[in-house]
């Protein structure tokens, strides 16, 4: 499990459950004075497609599953994602209405995210690091190389 301290840094949707309810990535780093994204201070941040940080400025990323449905700052007609950075805006929200309010601003510590969420009922699950697939796809490459030049090298011995 990763030690060091972690802070939320993006939040996106990733879609709807066969039961209705509402699925959450969480991205966390380690430096969140280094999280940035391309075209990230354009205003407003919802007329970016597909826009989201440099994935090498995260280190964690986690799920959600929820009844209710969030706003996210990445879709906002006003803001941009620097002004989330800033504090202006948080990354995920619940309506003003909502009798539970849910507020989870960039920089939250991972503990407190996880605290906020478990009084509304909500598990961070799913927590793995940001380039674990990627690092096991270069060790199961580096793996097959090395298993390639062996079994080269062994033919070669027995000639």
């Known amino acids: 499990m990763i030690e060091d301290q972690q802070y939320l840094a993006f939040a996106d949707f990733i879609g709807t459950t066969i039961d209705g309810q509402y699925r ?18 354009s205003t ?31 879709e906002n007609t006003c803001f941009s994602m620097q002004d989330c950075i800033d504090g202006i805006i948080p990354l995920l929200f619940t309506d003003i209405n909502d009798n539970d309010m849910i507020v989870l601003p960039f920089g939250m510590k991972k503990e407190d995210v996880e605290e906020v969420l478990s009084q509304n009922n909500i598990v961070l699950e799913n927590i793995k690091r940001v380039n674990e697939e990627k690092d096991n796809a270069v060790i199961n490459s580096l793996i097959n190389t090395l298993e390639q030049q062996n079994d080269e090298g062994g033919e070669d011995n027995e000639q």
Do not use: H, M
């Open 24 to 41: 959450y990535r969480l991205d966390f780093s380690q430096a969140p004075e280094v999280v940035w994204g391309e075209d990230w201070n």
């Open 44 to 74: 407003p941040a919802g007329i970016i497609p597909n826009i989201a940080p440099d994935a090498n400025t995260l280190s964690i990323t986690g799920e959600i599953v929820s009844e209710k449905r969030f706003l996210l700052a990445k």
